[in-house]
């Protein structure tokens, strides 16, 4: 099988291009790069293929050889023309095509042999989508002449056309079926006839497939509508503005390539006045966005201006990001307050002072539907200085007080993952699975007080089960040399990290390590072991609770989960902490101000009490369903 798919070219640009799979999946190979295709269709023989490619705004047809490997062109059209449909006759080198030029439709048959074409309809009437009868003797295709689509049938011995359909709310021709056994039963004959199988509307939100008999013929009737009422079908308005418009020579200073940083355009920006009545500081706080017009370049910043204390209470993060060339970069400067998180029993809040440089490649690695590749990599300077240290004197477990200090890392990451589009991703996915490797190092250069190394490798997948039930499986393993900052520590958390997501942007994640459901501590080492099982069941719907239309819950699932790991130090693994955790919980979508969280309200406790009423545990998260 051949098809088209939306795939990466050429500085990044996502354009369709053909791939050929074989039909039970297998062997999945790329044909084209960056062509802009569309309507593959194979030769009589099954050895060439036809198909549509588009260069500047022009389509031609293209015809691909897989004995020589060769590509030739076999029509030279010009200026605005496009391709909509393209059959190969069954069993000639004849093809049908759909041209649209400019404002004309019309169906054309292109003779490969000798190049001539023929066209085989009006070009005043809207008639696309070609389908050859089984033998090639008629051609099916699709007419808006009526305002709705209807279906017709052109036949070639005798170059007369027929209507095959004549409904109000339109059909649409999918294919020809040939005649065989398959619909005996429904049509009542001995040899069933030859099928047109068509798409109509049944209402505003539902479609349906029909198979009528091929050499139907509808009536073609015209109605008589009195003038009152259709006058105004003739009404022009009094001056109509052309569709094109000649350039005035007066106007037009100078002649380029278009450069899109010079493009960069003003979006938005909004600033207001604050007042921070627990210190006295007041200012002037604000953000600005500006776009390339083709998003090749994002500029972005946020921050506020203190008056008060200008260099000790103003703050700034500023964002560029390019997508002009084949991977994404971009650029972040900051000092501001920011990586909130709890640590201990408080909330650690750090001023960051420095800037990330962020490389990201996709890969067009074993292309497969839903499925993305990339590796990225982000070099990091940055000045850390924990904010109320005197909080974190005294903190539980091995914890030890968060240091400040100036840092110079660098993190590598590999990511391939299958996400499917799903309305209810955020708490209930169907199916998916995903494989992160990263590796981030830290070394004691440009001023840094840090020197580290750290692995971590960790992956998912979706198991499906009754209806749909899933059973959900993470892992992760993480492996640390060296000495990070202690709120950068390897282990378990006592609390869940938070994500919080943003429309179009990656969403926010305090915290990173992981937690054991049933278990309130911190378990510190160089090296961790963590998996976790759910077997997640929808609960409902929707919850049908809604606040001023602000607060919304919805779709809501029930999970049994075991969570599972340890933590140690070093080769002495006998030497680890292990815990074990079991419960249930309840995940809900939250819209919160037009922004949709995954949050869960569990009960756990460590599977060494289940059955008694020690160390039970409710607690609430907020996170999504897939750790990634």
Do not use: C
Request: zero cysteines; proline letters at 7%.
């Amino acid at each position: 099988m051949v098809f088209s798919r939306r795939s990466r070219a050429q500085h990044g640009s996502l354009v369709d291009d053909l791939f050929i799979v074989d039909a039970d999946g297998d062997d999945e190979r790329r044909l084209t790069y960056g062509r802009r295709t569309s309507a593959p269709t194979f030769g009589p023989e099954g050895n060439r293929l036809a198909f549509v490619a588009t260069e500047d705004g022009t389509a031609n047809v293209f015809v691909r050889s897989f004995e020589t490997g060769r590509t030739v062109p076999v029509t030279d059209y010009e200026g605005d023309v496009q391709i909509t449909g393209l059959q190969w006759h069954p069993s000639r080198d004849t093809l049908a095509l759909a041209r649209v030029e400019e404002v004309t439709r019309t169906l054309v048959l292109h003779d490969l042999g000798t190049g001539a074409s023929t066209v085989l309809t009006d070009p005043d009437v809207d008639d696309r989508r070609p389908v050859w009868s089984p033998n090639g003797t008629h051609l099916a295709y699709t007419s808006l002449r009526d305002g709705v689509p209807n279906a017709f049938v052109y036949d070639l011995a005798t170059d007369t056309h027929r209507r095959a359909t004549h409904l109000v709310r339109g059909a649409t021709v999918h294919d020809w079926v040939p005649a065989d056994s398959a619909f005996g039963a429904d049509s009542g004959k001995a040899t069933p006839d030859e099928a047109l199988v068509t798409a109509t509307a049944l209402s505003k939100t539902r479609d349906g497939a029909f198979r009528i008999p091929a050499g139907r013929t509808a009536r073609s009737v015209e109605p008589k509508v009195p003038g009152q009422y259709d006058d105004w079908t003739t009404t022009e308005p009094p001056r109509t503005i052309p569709q094109q418009f000649a350039p005035d020579p007066s106007l037009i200073e100078t002649r380029g390539d278009y450069d899109a940083l010079s493009n960069l355009t003003h979006r938005a920006s909004l600033a207001l006045p604050y007042y921070a009545p627990s210190d006295g500081d007041w200012g002037i706080t604000g953000v600005t966005s500006w776009s390339e017009p083709l998003g090749k370049h994002t500029f972005n910043a946020v921050g506020s201006f203190s008056f008060t204390e200008p260099d000790d209470k103003s703050e700034i993060v500023a964002s560029y990001l390019n997508r002009q060339l084949y991977p994404t970069i971009g650029l972040t400067l900051f000092s501001a307050s920011s990586s909130a998180r709890i640590y201990g029993n408080d909330l650690l809040v750090e001023d960051r002072t420095g800037g990330d440089l962020t490389v990201r490649w996709p890969l067009d690695w074993r292309v497969a539907p839903y499925v993305s590749t990339s590796v990225s990599t982000r070099l990091r300077y940055a000045d850390l200085d924990p904010l109320d240290p005197e909080e974190f004197r005294s903190l539980p477990g091995d914890l030890q007080p968060p240091r400040a200090g100036q840092q110079a890392s660098l993190r590598l990451q590999f990511l391939r993952r299958k996400k499917p589009p799903y309305r209810h991703t955020i708490v209930h996915p169907l199916d998916g699975w995903g494989l992160r490797l990263r590796a981030t190092g830290a070394a004691e250069v440009l001023g840094g007080d840090s020197s580290f190394l750290r692995g971590d490798v960790a992956g998912y997948t979706l198991l499906p089960s009754v209806g749909e039930h899933r059973l959900f499986l993470y892992g992760r393993l993480q492996a640390q040399t060296g000495s990070s900052f202690p709120q950068d520590y390897v282990g378990f958390s006592r609390y869940d990290a938070i994500e919080l997501p943003l429309p179009g942007a990656v969403p926010i994640t305090l915290g990173d390590a992981e937690r054991v459901r049933g278990y309130r501590q911190y378990v510190l080492g160089n090296r961790v072991a963590f998996g976790s099982v759910e077997y997640r069941m929808p609960f409902a719907p929707s919850l049908r609770t809604e606040v001023l239309g602000l607060v919304g819950l919805g779709k809501t699932t029930l999970s049994l989960f075991v969570d599972g790991g340890m933590v140690w130090s070093g080769a002495d693994i006998r030497g680890g902490v292990q815990q074990l955790g079991t419960g249930a919980e309840l995940k809900n979508a939250l819209r919160l101000f037009g922004v949709r969280i995954g949050h869960a309200l569990g009960v756990a406790q460590p599977t060494a009490q289940v059955g008694t009423d020690d160390e039970v545990q409710v607690y609430y998260r907020v996170q999504t369903a897939l750790p990634f």
